[in-house]
Each structure stands twice: as C-alpha cells, then as structure tokens.
C-alpha cells in the first residue's frame, strides 16, 4: 500500500458493527435507547446526590463525579455512531477521530481512578472509621479527584500526540464504531513499535497502579469486617461496599473479557461487538446498581420524588 503522510489525511471510515442493512435500524434503536437511559440514569444521580445534604459526603461526591464522567464516556462514541447510521455516512474526520480517541481514553482513565478513589473512601471508612472524617476531608477530596484527572489527561493526550506523528496508508478503514486507539495504529504504514511499547508501558501504570490500589483496599477492609464481633456489624460493613463492588466487577471484567476476546479472535468485527460491554454496558449499569443496591440513594431518590410531587 501507499503510504500517506499524515497531513493529508481528511477523514477516517467508521465501518460499525454490521454491514448488513436490515440490521442498521435495530442497532440504531438499541444504541439510542442506552445512550438515553445512561444520560437520564447518571443525570439523576447527580440530581439527588447534589439536592440531598445527608448526601454531601466523600461517597457520594465520588458517586456525582463517576456519574458525570459515565456521560462524557459514553457521549464520546455513541452520538457520532448514531448520527453515522442516521445519515448513511460512515466517514469522521481525521481531527475529530483523534478527539475522539483522546475523549475515550480521557474519560476511561477517570473512571478507572475513580474506582480507586472510591475503593480507597471504603477502606478509610471501614478500617478507620473514627478518623473517616479528618482522613476524607473535603481538600483531600479534591486533591484526589484533581490527581486522578491529572492523570487521565496526560494518558489522552500522549497517547493522541504520539498517534499525530505517524504516517497512514491509502487504507483508512476502522472496523469499529468508534476510533479506537489499538484500530488506527494498525493502520498506519510508519513504525509502530515505540506506540505499541508505550500502549503497554501506559496500561500497566494506569491500569495496574489502581487495579492494585482496589485490591489493596478490599483486601484490608475484608480482614477488618472478618474481625468484627457481630454479625450485625460485618453485614453493615459489606453493604457499604456492595454497590462499589459491582461496579468494580462490572468495569474491569468487561475490560478483561473484551481483552480475551481479542486476543483469542482474529475477527474485528467480532471484537468491535465485544468492545461494547466495555465502552456502553458499563456506564448504563452503574447508576443502576447505585441507584438499586444503595439504600441512602433509594431513600434520596424518594424524598426528591414526593417532594416534587407535592409540588
């Protein structure tokens, strides 16, 4: 193939999960419909946490932020997939297909220290209730949920600096229905070799350091519950990580199936398919498991309903 130097490169063909017709209106449907649910679900989230002052704790500040981000996440892809199928036209342009991947990894990289934040609160809740409020206290809070955006902006952008420097060939076809990053580096004709090491190196650090601080966490505040006397206590203590727990599960399990799923698959497609229980499922699910599992947020979600009703 020809290579093309990157500069003249205009736009990218997004070639989504089927090229079968009859099945564009359903997936168009289906994708609408979650996209929808998780904007309204993780809106409401925010809604009763922010209109609740029982609610105004590191917890749920947490919660309000994982929430916020569970929208831009799935604002990231799922508008331009819909709008795609809408009008029939596959093509993104070269600078909004690296916007994109710098808003996916952006926002996937937040939740992942969000979740290792959270994990954290519990433990500091757990472990040290007495010193709960002089640990977690509100400058802390910020500091932490500055760092871990901190972070997540350098991952994004270095990532997308390190994909503006390489040169593409005349094939510019993404069998997915997002620009994901691993999909544009395979088609790029200039060496990919320092891309491919530091997509590695970054998902170690990022990935790893707070995958590991979750496990740190829940491996000390299981060894503190199973110390507790009553059985009153261990089961008050478990509940408060129940829903966290889930939505711990929920991300990283995804992640890890979609991971073996492309390893063991030789199909794109196929792992475009699979790449939704990461991208989508996720951020529909937690508001649900929060809003379901947690009992603060049902009692909050009930306030703020009959006090409308009233109204």
Known sequence: MEPTNHTAVSEFLLLGLTDDPALQPLIFSLFLSMYLVTILGNLLIILVVSSDPHLHTPMYFFLANLSLTDICLSSSTIPKMLVNILTQNKSITYTACLSQVCFVLVFGGLENCLLAVMA?????????????????????????????????????????????????????????????LAQIIKLACSDIFVDNILIYVVACLFGGVPFSGIIFSYTHIVSSVLRMPSSEGKHKAFSTCGSHLSVVSLFYGTAFGVYISSAVSDSPRKTAVASVMYTVVPQLMNSFVYGLRNRDVKEALRKLISGRAVL
Do not use: K, Q
Request: with cysteine.
């Open 120 to 180: 954290y609160d519990r433990y500091v809740a757990i472990c040290h209730p007495l010193r709960y409020t002089v640990i977690m206290n509100p400058w802390l809070c910020g500091l932490l949920m500055l760092f871990s955006l901190l972070i997540s902006l350098v991952d994004g952008l270095l990532h997308t600096l390190m994909v503006l420097r390489l040169s593409f060939c005349t094939d510019l076809e993404i069998p997915h229905f997002f620009c994901e």
